[in-house]
């Protein structure tokens, strides 16, 4: 047995706990009271995460909520809609998805028509592995098959690069937003037609309706859509859960060869396709024109999820992100965009702000490869900005205050998380 939580640390978790207890449905975790009043793909996995060391069972309802929404494609919506909320409680609610007037999507459940990074396999996994490695068969094997057609769906519908790696095809499926990565892409994407705010999001939305119009069909983001974007992250995320599910393939007697070669493909597409040696980082590929993108972001480091990236890109990136255009000049890092960038803005969303979960996500890869100054780190800001601040949803990176939502599902769950690691150590 590992060391106990402080007394500090338990009034932590016990806080993280009732902010979960708090913001479930029933069926599902929403991100956030009030905000955010439906089912999110990405977020669900790192409640699952969390939700594994504190109520298991109910980390497995919300997965199956989650997989409700699944399309035949096996693409798995970034949005679960709940139907007990009003249709206009969340913009775009299922009014603009339509997904009830596609073939491909699942009835009598509304669901968004774009994706999330795939971290589902790697949660399932973290899951089985809280609960001592005991597969509970009958939750694993159908779960598996879901998370083999989302990844199939990737594979044949977004290698629109045709290089290996899946692209994005709208700011949203990034889950960072309105990260400045998007910006340049975002500008040459015509925004009539889609008057809605008189800004930016008018292309947002105008990037939906193409897609719509098109009834999401694979051919038409292939050929015409014109936001089509590699991004680190995103593909950081899908290689560690196709481990993922290599592992889980052992757990359910399933092949997990086809998991292990996929896996070897999206590794060396990553170090191909997005490594830029000369400035030491990931960095974004817009396919449409052909080009990396040169914003550093956070997004940029999370190929420290893929375990078998080799030393010499390993020692760049950690040191890009302790330098003072990252972790070097704040008092709470991560923040989300290199500092020193004029996209910067300390209290923007993607644009600046620290984040609990790219933090769990960046530990995580650090704990993997052994990068114990870097870990502990990421550890430490994370822990201080949750006990100055609460479960918000982002945080000034130089003062640690909180912005956006308060009761942040998933800044709580990846603390518990955080914290079993540490009793664990
Ligand atoms: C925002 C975030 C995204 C998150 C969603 C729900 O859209 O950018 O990452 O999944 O809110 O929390």
Not at 111 to 125: D, E, F, I, Y
């Amino acid at each position: 047995m590992g060391p106990r939580l402080t007394g500090d640390e338990t009034a932590l978790w016990v806080a993280a706990a009732r902010v979960l207890d708090a913001n479930w449905t029933g069926a599902a975790t929403v991100p956030s009271p009030g905000l955010y009043p439906h089912q999110w793909s990405w977020d669900s996995a790192f409640i699952g995460i969390g939700l594994a060391h504190h109520l298991p069972e109910r980390a497995r309802t919300e997965f199956l909520s989650l997989f409700r929404g699944q399309w035949a494609t096996g693409l798995l919506p970034h949005i679960v809609f709940n139907p007990t909320e009003a249709r206009d409680a969340y913009f775009p609610g299922p009014e603009v998805w339509r997904s009830a007037a596609q073939p491909a999507a699942p009835r009598g459940v509304d669901t968004s028509g774009l994706t999330q990074p795939p971290l589902h396999a790697l949660a399932a996994l973290r899951m089985v592995q809280a609960s001592g490695g005991t597969a509970d068969r009958a939750f694993l094997t159908p779960l598996y098959s879901c998370l083999v057609a989302q990844h199939a769906y990737l594979a044949r519908d977004r290698d629109i690069g045709g290089g290996g790696l899946a692209s994005l095809c709208h700011p949203w499926e990034s889950g960072l937003d309105d990260s400045p990565v998007w910006d340049s892409p975002l500008a040459a994407v015509d925004p009539r037609g889609a008057a809605y705010s008189g800004g930016d999001h008018d292309r947002y939305v105008a990037l939906v309706a193409g897609m719509r119009a098109a009834g999401y069909r694979a051919e038409y983001l292939r050929d015409d859509h014109p936001f089509v974007v590699e991004d680190p992250l995103f593909n950081a995320v899908y290689l560690a859960s196709t481990h993922a599910l290599a592992e889980l393939a052992d757990l359910t007697g399933a092949d997990p060869r086809p998991h292990r070669e996929a896996a070897d493909r999206i590794h060396g597409a990553l170090l191909e396709r997005l490594w830029d040696e000369s400035a030491g980082c990931f960095r974004a590929r817009d396919v449409r024109t052909g080009c990396l993108i040169p914003e550093t972001t956070v997004a940029g480091f999370a190929p420290l999820l893929d375990p078998e990236l080799p030393a010499a890109v390993v020692r760049p990136l950690a040191d890009l992100l302790l330098s003072a255009r990252f972790a070097g000049a704040t008092g709470y890092p991560v923040p989300t965009c290199d500092i020193q960038s004029e996209a910067f803005d300390r209290g923007a969303y993607w644009r600046g702000p620290t984040w609990v979960n790219t933090n769990w996500l960046l530990w995580f890869g650090a704990c993997a490869h052994g990068l114990g100054t870097v870990a502990d780190l990421l550890f430490g800001s994370t822990v201080r900005l949750v006990r100055q601040s609460g479960f918000r949803e982002y945080f000034d990176p130089f003062d640690g205050s909180g912005r956006g939502s308060h009761d942040f599902s998933s800044s709580a769950a990846l603390v518990l998380d955080l914290l079993t690691a540490r009793r664990g150590s």
